[in-house]
């Protein structure tokens, strides 16, 4: 829980840096006095109110000394009443300017430094949530103007407090390992299509990945099975052979199966952990009628699972073609998406992670020479980093995701700008 008692505290010491809230300190903003929100303080936090009317905006804000290149910590508490989109409505920035108040350049050439924007963590059942962020001060910046805000939000509320931001120390660094593999089983049988895959993790294990995505329904793949026939449970089979492989490799496996829940039958990805533990398990939600049409159902939940590196998100297929499989994960917290993939439009997989700031590692069946679907690493940027160029290749890419995608062109840090700017989906 990062709630503390540093509130209590107000330091502005070059020799730690930390600051925290003096109440007295923070000024009332908007941008224009008729869109003007009413603010007060109550209880150790800032109050900011609007009435009935649209399109209010208004923030409390406050202004610290800070030392370029060096490393600081966010925190806030939030707590929202009446608001529909707290994460739209109640954000948090830190804008960083030179001593006169000017912006400053970033890193990236002809580029100024973004403002940051702490991302959201859960919403507890009184509404309230934790804003956090680990920031690397710009080189030139000796500013640092934090910015609590509650835009258009008609007859809304928030309260901020518990807020800190204060030196700390550079983020240790997160490097994994991603790989995939090209492969298409024979089909001469279920288990048999598991087993084809042992030599290319075992493969991936020699080239110290920490992940291997395998293809779409393993199973099912050329056995010629209606997919009722071959779903089984989840922990079943299939979950408990790569299971033991995973533990034997130490290595993370995601793959894809059908699986029968009741009188449901479901495309579901799975992630099973180098300790031979199912993660967790995702149902495919963007369904093509061929699936439909044999009586496939779709998922409705967009799951994102802890593992020893980082947070993974898994989707399958045809959720490719759509935009909202993709950001719901990344909006759940996955930096890495796990995608085993029949076929898709591989510019439409990069856009994937390049609108998202993802990682997505795919693995299908198309023939590498198709002009189709990859199998293959993809970074944040949407670039293919590796790629399988034929039947049976495993390949691996190093991945550090405690390194932000900064830029280009004054977008920042867009991975944490978008979920602040993106827009709800449309009823």
Not at 31 to 55: K, M, V, W
Not at 66 to 90: I, L, Q, Y
Not at 375 to 389: F, N, T
Request: charged fraction near 20%; include cysteine; hydrophobic fraction near 40%.
């Amino acid at each position: 829980m990062l709630r503390s008692n540093l509130l209590a505290v107000s330091l502005m010491l070059w020799g730690s840096f930390a600051h925290a809230a003096d109440l007295t300190r923070w000024t009332e903003k908007s941008p224009r006095d008729e869109i003007r929100p009413s603010f007060s303080q109550e209880n150790q936090s800032l109050l900011i109110t609007h009435d009935a009317r649209d399109g209010l905006d208004g923030w409390y804000e406050q202004t610290f000394a800070v030392k370029g290149s060096d490393f600081m910590k966010f925190s806030a508490t939030r707590k929202t009443t009446g608001v529909d989109n707290p994460r739209h409505s109640g954000l948090a920035r830190i804008v960083w300017t030179d001593d006169k108040g000017k912006s400053v350049a970033s890193t990236t050439p002809g580029a100024t430094a973004e403002p940051e924007h702490p991302i959201d963590g859960p919403l507890d059942a009184q509404g309230c949530s934790i804003l956090t962020g680990i920031y690397q001060v710009p080189p030139k910046a000796t500013q640092a103007t934090i910015e609590l805000h509650l835009q258009h939000a008609p007859k809304g509320r928030v309260e901020w407090s518990e807020i800190v931001f204060a030196n700390t120390t550079e983020p240790v660094s997160r490097k994994v390992r991603l790989a995939t593999v090209q492969y298409v089983p024979t089909g001469k049988s279920p288990q048999q299509n598991c087993e084809e895959y042992a030599p290319f993790i075992a493969e991936a294990m020699k080239q110290k990945a920490d992940l291997i995505v395998l293809g779409e329904t393993v199973p099912y793949v050329r056995t010629k099975l209606k997919p009722v026939e071959c779903a089984e449970p989840i922990p079943g089979p299939t979950t408990e052979y790569f299971g033991a492989i995973a533990k034997q490799n130490n290595i993370h496996i995601a793959l894809s199966l059908y699986e029968r829940e009741g009188h449901l039958v479901y495309n579901t990805a799975v992630l099973v952990g180098p300790e031979g533990k199912l993660l967790g398990k995702y149902r495919k939600v963007c369904l093509p009628h061929g699936e439909v049409e044999k009586g496939v159902a779709p998922g409705k939940d967009y799951p994102v699972f802890d593992t020893a590196f980082g947070k993974v998100g898994l989707m399958i297929c045809y959720d490719g073609f759509y935009p909202e499989v993709a950001r719901a994960l990344v909006s759940n917290g996955a930096e890495v998406i796990a995608w085993p993939v029949w076929g898709c439009d591989p510019l439409l997989a990069r856009a994937r992670a390049c609108e998202n700031r993802v990682y997505i590692v795919s693995s299908t069946f198309s023939d590498p020479k198709s002009n189709w679907m990859i199998s293959g690493v993809i970074d944040p940027a949407g670039k293919v980093v590796a790629q399988a160029m034929e039947n049976g290749a495993v390949v691996v890419s190093e991945a550090d995701l405690s390194k932000p995608l900064v830029g280009p062109w004054n977008l920042g840090d867009f991975h944490d700008m978008v979920q602040r700017h993106r827009p709800g989906i449309a009823k």
